[in-house]
């Protein structure tokens, strides 16, 4: 179903703030409030922790509204036009998340990713490398989605590049894997039963990837 691109904007506006709003609500309440970080780390930590996760659930749903709607498709596929829109903001979302992080990358903020001489470890440099490659291949996409590059592609190449997203995301999980999985497994970081960002992240990409191989098997099965 086609919608004024004037109102896919306006919705995906909404849904972007209503993200936004949510994640750094959720990151405040669990890193100043219960954990007492600082609110001096507020404008740039805190806020990059939303900005990953707000990433993240944008362009998870940009994956998710095609499983959706093949399986309830009255309250779905109306709203499949949001998709591109999504993923557009999102990767929009994704590049804020990189410059920040890139100005935080230092020992001060991520210490269990350095050796003593100020060298990232090896966690440290994974974590970047996948973090490095999705980014590249979410930034692809989004070119090959400007509607003048698009017209220029054959139908089914644009469809394989932009099947590479999910292996983008597959590379985001474990980027945050490697960040956070420390701390899935500590009782003192469930305080409240708060679960840290990154595993949200995890979580959610996992259900995003799960909805896809359904989509696939019962594609196989029909």
């Given at each position: 179903m086609d919608e004024p691109k004037s109102v896919g904007w306006k919705e995906t506006l909404i849904t972007v703030l209503i993200v936004f709003g949510l994640s750094l609500f959720y990151a405040i309440i669990r890193y100043n409030i219960v954990r007492n970080v600082s609110f001096d780390n507020l404008p740039l930590y805190i806020v990059n922790k939303a900005v990953a996760l707000s990433a993240t659930i944008l362009i998870g749903l940009s994956f998710l509204l095609g499983p959706l709607a093949r399986f309830f498709k009255k309250q779905f596929i109306p709203h499949l036009y949001l998709r591109k829109h999504l993923g557009v903001i999102g990767f929009g979302v994704a590049a804020l998340h990189a410059v920040m992080s890139l100005i935080l990358l230092n020992p001060a903020y991520y210490p269990r990713f350095y050796l003593e001489g100020g060298k990232l470890n090896l966690a440290g440099e994974?974590?970047?490398?996948?973090?490095?490659?999705?980014?590249?291949?979410?930034?692809?996409?989004?070119?090959?989605?400007?509607?003048?590059?698009?017209?220029?592609?054959?139908?089914?190449?644009?469809?394989?590049?932009?099947?590479?997203?999910?292996?983008?995301?597959?590379?985001?999980?474990?980027?945050?894997?490697?960040?956070?999985?420390?701390?899935?497994?500590?009782?003192?970081?469930?305080?409240?039963?708060?679960?840290?960002?990154?595993?949200?992240?995890?979580?959610?990409?996992?259900?995003?990837?799960?909805?896809?191989?359904?989509?696939?098997?019962?594609?196989?099965?029909?």
């Open positions: 994974s974590a970047m490398l996948f973090g490095i490659l999705s980014f590249l291949i979410f930034a692809a996409i989004s070119v090959t989605s400007i509607p003048p590059v698009e017209k220029q592609m054959h139908p089914n190449q644009w469809k394989l590049v932009q099947r590479f997203g999910y292996l983008a995301y597959v590379f985001v999980l474990v980027h945050v894997a490697i960040m956070g999985y420390g701390g899935w497994f500590r009782i003192e970081s469930w305080q409240y039963g708060l679960a840290s960002i990154s595993l949200i992240s995890a979580l959610f990409i996992i259900f995003v990837l799960t909805m896809r191989v359904l989509v696939i098997a019962f594609s196989k099965k029909s």
